[in-house]
């Protein structure tokens, strides 16, 4: 076994590798950029290498630096976690020839199955199911076109060389097919540097059902069942399961056979997933193979009670594997949620930004959070804006929702926009909870996913103002402790008066509208008033800005964390953003800014897609590349487009703004 290995990535894979190494007595050395000195990786790694600038070109994708990083600080072999180098097969090449072990496949595996075309053409010979559709080399967009308008449509373009759901377009008609040919081809290049695309047929209601495959030196090959990672926005995982709902003990043993065929017929070593699409009535179709770790691992090793990271690093120092076929075996149900920092609301917008408070629900035997940060890191346009993988586990899929549910519940995110209230009304939605699976159930449970934004309710606007309250006490404490005179009645926030009570009025903001709370002092507790409706209130602050309030006979355990006028409310599962108002402040008066429409985030003007003139709502302005993803830009009312403010390739700003626009005058 190794003694010291190098970890060529970041994040929480570099952090889950760093992990199963402590456990097993192995050093390990973190590579980083400038963006990332201060990240959990860099700290929890016993060494750390810096490699360049924040961009991934200049640090994490340069094979040099973290061949020399390996070379200067003795590591034995280097681990490519997932993303970057992992399916780099020159850089596997590179590492052998330095004298450092690859943990990973063979250069020649990667090789073969990084094209999807020629991995396709090798999977016939081995006699996996292909999915009908052209795989040539011929990229004239004319061509692909003839091919697509041959296969029928729908038709999904792929990239070649692609992976995690980006260089991908569904076209459902012949018309569209040249422009999303040209979008594809434009996200293909500048994620993997190689712009062929592959196009097949597009399977209706498919299910995306994956096999963890791992094989030895030896010539030992192994499948480890199976994962259902149907649920998927942007082509890219949401969610993931194992074992698959439905899934037969014969139709599990024919996708687990045609999988290790797939790697054998490769020479396959290491950890390795083998993608199928498969019909509602359980026919299936190999789509490509990912030859690394997969994102979703954890929930393989939750029902197989097996660490993937120990057979990764016993495999590569040459050992055989732990188990044979007939030792694995399936116990209970896991689920993975994948937690980003971004906005479902706003087509799943990426968000940056400084994690202000970060708890998440606790770990045990059946909840686990593998995750890359920690309170107080930044979420930067850098990298993947993923905070964490809350995985659960139990006996089975119906008491593993409920564990998902609860986790989700628990976990307190403030600082970044969060997916976690849309995973937890996907794992509340009928029809994932019915297991009625396939890779369009976010598109098809749209009134169910993304409601209108409703109503804040009345005991969220109650509870605030207890922690209003009760911090107005504590803070009040605080200062007559650091007075000399500590019980001066000057100091007490209790609302004494002579011959009466005292009253005032806490107010905030929920969205454009003015909540008045009325609030009249009765001793340690407080009469509270909202919408004509008077009740006795009283609370106290836990740890972690929780706190425990009491409304009448109703007790109710919430968190209210306050970021300057914002107050972040998670109660009852929900979580809730209303604003502090005080009517007393004065805000200078103005209107919005002029009309230029502006950046989301930093990122790259791709496309320029509009003449100036006059456009409708909703026409495309341009595409802006943030995180390896387009963004496109359109008008958001009937006006005048006057000119762009940058041009191709020219990076922008957060904020900054890109379109001079003119709404069209109401009449």
């Not at 109710?556 to 599962?573: C, Q």
């Amino acid at each position: 076994m190794f003694s010291k290995i190098l970890i060529a990535n970041r994040g929480e894979i570099a952090c889950r590798v760093i992990k199963t190494a402590r456990r097993l007595g192995i050093r390990t050395v973190a590579v980083y950029s400038e963006a990332d000195a201060n990240a959990r990786h860099v700290r929890l790694a016993d060494e750390a290498v810096l490699l360049g600038p924040a961009a991934a070109r200049e640090s994490y994708l340069v094979a040099e630096k973290i061949l020399d990083a390996a070379r200067r600080t003795g590591a034995q072999a280097i681990h490519p976690g997932y993303g970057f180098l992992s399916e780099n097969a020159d850089f596997a090449e590179a590492c052998a020839a330095a004298g450092v072990v690859f943990i990973g496949p063979p250069a020649s595996a990667i090789r073969a199955m990084g094209s999807k075309s020629a991995a396709k053409a090798l999977m016939e010979k081995a006699a996996v199911p292909l999915t009908p559709g052209y795989h040539g080399d011929n990229q004239e967009p004319e061509f692909l076109k003839q091919q697509a308008d041959a296969i029928g449509y729908p038709v999904l373009i792929k990239a070649a060389a692609g992976g995690g759901g980006k260089g991908m377009r569904l076209v459902d008609k012949g018309d569209d097919f040249i422009a999303a040919l040209a979008s594809c081809q434009r996200e293909a290049r500048s994620s993997f540097g190689n712009d062929q695309v592959l196009v097949e047929k597009y399977i209706t209601r498919p299910r995306h059902i994956e096999i963890q495959v791992f094989g030895d030196s030896q010539g030992n090959c192994v499948y480890l069942f199976e994962r259902d990672c149907s649920v998927q926005r942007r082509h890219q995982k949401v969610l993931e399961e194992a074992p698959a709902p439905g899934m037969t003990p014969e139709r599990r043993r024919q996708m687990g056979e045609a999988a290790v065929a797939a790697a054998k017929a490769v020479g396959y070593v290491g950890a390795g997933t083998v993608e199928f699409i498969a019909n509602q009535d359980g026919s299936f179709y190999f789509m490509e193979m990912n030859t690394r770790l997969q994102v979703e691992h954890p929930v393989t090793e939750m029902i197989t009670g097996q660490d993937l990271v120990e057979w990764q690093l016993r495999v590569a120092a040459g050992e055989a594997l732990p188990l044979r076929q007939e030792q694995l075996q399936i116990r209970g149900h896991a689920l993975e949620a994948r937690i980003y920092a971004e906005d479902a609301g706003k087509g799943f917008l990426p968000s940056t930004g400084r994690l202000l408070h970060l708890v998440p629900p606790a770990e045990g035997l059946n909840v686990r959070v593998d995750t890359g940060v920690e309170e107080g890191d930044e979420i930067t346009p850098h990298y993947d804006p993923m905070i964490a993988k809350l995985i659960v586990w139990d006996e089975d899929r119906e008491a593993a929702l409920a564990r998902m549910r609860q986790a989700l519940a628990d976990y307190r995110v403030v600082g970044v926009t969060t997916n976690i209230d849309f995973l937890s009304r996907l794992v509340s939605c009928p029809a994932f909870a019915g297991a009625d699976l396939d890779t369009g159930l976010i598109e098809r449970q749209q009134d169910f996913l993304f409601p209108d934004s409703p109503e804040v309710p009345r005991d969220v606007i109650l509870t605030a103002t207890v922690a209003e309250l009760l911090r107005e006490r504590d803070q009040a404490a605080q200062q007559g402790q650091r007075s000399g005179d500590p019980w001066s009645p000057w100091n007490r926030r209790d609302g004494w008066r002579m011959n009466i009570a005292a009253r005032r009025t806490v107010s905030f903001r929920v969205g454009e509208t003015q909540v008045d709370v009325g609030v009249a002092y009765a001793g340690e507790d407080w009469q509270l008033t909202l919408r004509n409706d008077t009740l006795l209130a009283r609370g106290r602050l836990l740890a972690h800005d929780r706190l425990a309030v009491e409304l009448e006979d109703r007790r109710l355990m919430a968190s209210v964390v306050a970021v300057a006028e914002k107050r972040h409310v998670f109660l009852n599962s929900g979580t809730y953003v209303i604003e502090r108002h005080d009517p007393l402040h004065l805000v200078e008066a103005g209107g919005a800014q002029g009309g230029g429409l502006t950046a989301p985030m930093p990122g790259k003007v791709v496309a320029l897609l509009a003449q100036p003139g006059p456009v409708a709502k909703g026409t495309p302005l341009l595409i802006l590349e943030a995180m390896k993803m387009e963004h496109t830009i359109t008008a958001p009312k009937q006006g005048n487009l006057k000119g762009f403010r940058y041009a191709v390739g020219e990076q922008v700003a957060d904020g900054a703004e890109l379109v001079d626009f003119a709404p069209e005058a109401a009449a």
